[in-house]
């Protein structure tokens, strides 16, 4: 098998099929698969040991992908195809979905199934197949990985005008950090079940100098000056994702119900303030690509200037990021 090529792997999380198993129905026993050997109405249950693991992908537009060299899952190299979307409905009568990739060998025949849920899947809990669907797959794939801004967050525009972001239109200029006034190219929406490791984070006014609460995805990077450097990221200037900030109090994920997110793209990749703090914009890739509609893709360019940001080298990396307050240490060294 050859090894992926240099392009960077994106993480997923994943269930292996084994894990993921009929406990009702016509195919009592068995595991996860793809979707020619599903049948609706089949009763699943996940595991109670059941950990989701890393599966590493390179990706081709809209693949077949490929398992990178880190990979906890699957044989580097590998190639991996996006079967098909689930749509579950827990015993509970809430609805999920589950999206089935499938690693195949050299020959082309399947080597292992895996199970990415886009909402909590939990354990000892039945959760009835009621849709499987192979169109759209992909376009779901890429809307999970879109940072995203919640109704309501106010954008600061050009003119110092503080404006929700849901009233935001294609055109409008908007102050960025790097380049000064910029016209939004494209306005996404989408409402989401806010559960588990999906559901957003707040950050409480005050918590970063924010003026109002910030609603954001959970992997939205947040850009953070520091006087001193607090985290010992090397540099003043940190790329922070909203899930490592949550310390229960001022910073906490906001679970329930549902939430309905909005994406910001430019043609480049922009840090833009919102509720005055300074955060990323849709960042474009070979993942996320797939969530633009057709007509948008065609007029911009091949997205280069997107993933050669210079700011994309301040991201502060997990092994940083260990104290229980991250936030308070941020907002301190930050005045200081």
């Not at 026993?29 to 793809?34: I, K, M, N, P």
């Not at 599966?55 to 906890?72: K, Y």
């Amino acid at each position: 098998m050859t090894s992926p090529d240099a392009r960077p792997a994106q993480s997923i999380p994943v269930f292996d099929a084994s894990d993921f198993r009929v406990v009702s129905g016509a195919n009592l026993g068995d595991a996860l698969s793809f979707a020619d050997e599903l049948d609706l109405d089949d009763m699943y249950e996940l595991g109670a040991q059941a950990r989701t693991a890393r599966l590493d992908l390179v990706m081709h537009g809209a693949g077949p992908f490929m398992i990178g060299d880190a990979s906890e899952r699957g044989c580097p190299g590998a190639r991996v195809h996006l079967d098909c979307a689930l749509t579950l409905m827990a015993a509970t009568g809430g609805m999920t979905e589950m999206l089935v990739f499938v690693e195949v060998d050299a020959v082309g025949d399947v080597a292992q199934v895996y199970g990415m849920p886009l909402a909590r899947i939990t354990p000892r809990t039945g959760y009835a197949l009621v849709g499987v669907a192979r169109e759209g797959a992909l376009r779901k794939f890429a809307q999970a990985a879109c940072v995203a801004f919640t109704a309501g967050t106010h954008i600061t525009l050009a003119s110092g005008a503080q404006t929700p972001v849901e009233l935001l239109r294609p055109g409008d200029m908007v102050l960025t950090r790097d380049d000064g006034p910029c016209p939004v190219r494209w306005l996404g929406r989408s409402t989401v079940r806010a559960v588990g490791d999906f559901a957003p984070v707040r950050i409480k006014a005050g918590t970063l100098h924010n003026e109002g609460d910030l609603l954001v995805s959970p992997d939205h990077r947040l850009l953070i000056y520091q006087r001193s450097d607090a985290i010992g990221a090397g540099r003043p200037e940190v790329l922070v994702r909203a899930r490592h900030l949550v310390n229960g109090d001022s910073v906490r994920r906001e679970t329930g119900g549902f939430v309905e997110y909005c994406q910001i793209l430019f043609d480049a990749h922009q840090i833009i303030y919102a509720e005055g703090i300074a955060a990323e914009t849709l960042l474009v890739d070979p993942r996320t690509r797939a969530a633009l509609p057709r007509d948008v893709e065609v007029v911009l360019p091949d997205f280069g200037d997107h993933a050669a940001r210079p700011h994309l080298k301040f991201e502060a990396s997990d092994a940083v990021l260990t104290h229980p307050d991250a936030a308070g240490l941020l907002k301190r060294a930050s005045i200081r």
